[in-house]
């Protein structure tokens, strides 16, 4: 089935968290869009091919750390524990530790430079 719902994320710098989320957490640009203001849009995808977009925040909208909120973001990746080790060397602040749950998902999770918080899982019952 294909995807139907996609995580679009905000940060302050769009160029630099593209460039982590792809170092740290192994995403793969897939899309780049400048917009005539100078906006830029990106195309995220997973190594499962789920995708996320994310761009920089146009007013009126505001990164959520800068209102003291966050996001919580759920992948599902192919290898939960290499994934966990990458994103630990590259500067991942993780907050949850790997823990194996009830239904089945191995997971972690974690916050990237701008506050955002990720939980990526391997499904064991695939």
Request: glycine residues 10%.
């Amino acid at each position: 089935m294909a995807q139907t719902v996609t995580p679009y994320l905000l940060y302050e710098d769009g160029e630099a968290a593209g460039e982590f989320l792809c170092r740290a957490f192994g995403f793969r640009e897939v899309d780049r869009q400048v917009g005539s203001a100078g906006g830029l849009h990106l195309e995220l995808e997973t190594d499962l091919g789920g995708r996320i977009y994310l761009g920089t925040s146009p007013p009126p909208f505001r990164n959520p750390a800068t209102v003291g909120r966050t996001t919580l973001t759920y992948v599902l990746v192919f290898d939960v524990d290499e994934h966990y080790e990458r994103a630990r060397r590259e500067g991942a602040h993780v907050f949850e530790e790997l823990i194996d749950l009830p239904f089945g998902h191995r997971r972690y999770s974690c916050a990237d430079p701008e506050g955002h918080h990720w939980s990526f899982a391997t499904d064991k019952n695939r």
